[in-house]
């Protein structure tokens, strides 16, 4: 039987593939074409619209640093809420902060959180059934337009501005999810690979300039997300955050149940500074 590959073209002129050694699940259930399968070198994997969304073995570079940044930073969120992030994987690194007392989680597909607890439990590892954990299904950008619950930490685990995505990158859905944070909370999005998606780091970057006192952006390596380090963006009206000592952060994170693979408190500060190629865009 001939070889199957799943190829990403999310980049013009730009194609990368990963071989399907084993399809688990695909479906197109109208809202995203979804596919698990099984690879040599990334295990489990998931796509959306043929865009790679989280694998078995590097998904704890994206998700922890989505995760304790913010929470470690902030120092008592005691709500937080996700957008996004149907796999779990953030949710997952969101609860095993004791100091959080409830999380919102906002997805538009209940096929991901179905069918990734099915065929990927490694990545949520039981935080659905979590009893802090609140999942709502419904688009993120109407939620947080009539929500009424308030967040310490949102954290936008979104796919890129296509299809349902596209939504979560607008300054509507920004200005909106600000309104739903308390005084000096702080937002932190998925925002790319800048060195082929910059237009969309600016983009966010100049939004989050007009709406928040303290804009800025950190970075990590995620080698699926091909094409260099990713920018995750970062907003809140209190400056006081990008400014919290290694050794506070270090005496928070004493506070985490468990080991991490990428988090410390030194990588949390190193990921602040940027390249020029990078900062150029804020
Ligand atoms: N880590 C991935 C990345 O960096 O691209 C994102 C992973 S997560 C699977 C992305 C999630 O966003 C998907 O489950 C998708 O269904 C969800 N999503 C897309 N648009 C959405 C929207 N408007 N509201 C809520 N969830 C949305």
């Given amino acids: 039987m001939s070889e199957r590959w799943i190829t990403e073209e999310l980049h013009d002129g730009l194609r990368s593939g990963y071989r399907a050694d084993n399809i688990l699940f695909e479906a197109n259930d109208g809202l995203q074409h979804l596919v698990i399968y099984e690879n040599a070198q990334f295990g489990r994997m998931m796509s959306l619209d043929g865009i790679t969304q ?3 073995r590097d998904e704890f570079v994206y998700h922890e640093m989505m995760s304790h940044v913010p929470i470690l ?9 996700i957008i996004g992030g149907g796999d779990g994987g ?5 609860l095993r902060h004791k100091t959080v007392e409830a999380v919102t989680m906002v997805e538009i597909d209940q096929a991901v959180v179905d ?5 990927m439990p490694m990545i949520s590892n039981g935080a659905f059934d ?8 419904t688009d993120g950008a109407a939620f ?3 929500t009424s619950e308030r967040f310490d930490v949102i954290i936008v685990d979104s796919t890129d501005p296509i299809g349902p995505g596209e939504v979560l990158f607008r300054e509507s859905f920004y200005a909106a999810a600000k309104r739903c944070l308390t005084p000096g909370g702080v937002i932190v999005t998925q925002n790319g690979v800048p060195f082929v998606q910059g237009a969309e780091l600016k983009s966010t970057m100049t939004k989050f300039r007009k709406l928040f006192k303290a804009p800025a952006c950190y970075l990590a390596t995620i080698p699926t997300y ?5 920018a995750l963006g970062w907003g809140s009206d209190n400056p006081d955050l990008l400014n919290v000592t290694v050794e506070t952060l270090a005496a928070r994170f004493e506070g985490l149940d468990g080991a991490t693979r990428y988090y410390t408190p030194a990588v949390h500060k190193a990921a602040f500074a ?6 150029q865009y804020l």
Avoid: Q, W
């Fill in 54 to 56: 989280v694998t078995e």
């Fill in 73 to 81: 930073a902030h120092g008592a969120a005691k709500k937080v809420g």
């Fill in 90 to 94: 953030v949710l997952r690194e969101v």
């Fill in 115 to 119: 069918m990734c607890v099915e065929h």
């Fill in 130 to 137: 979590d009893p802090r954990t609140n999942l709502v299904i």
């Fill in 144 to 146: 947080v337009e009539e």
């Fill in 226 to 230: 091909v094409m260099g380090s990713m």
């Fill in 274 to 279: 940027l390249p020029p190629y990078v900062s």
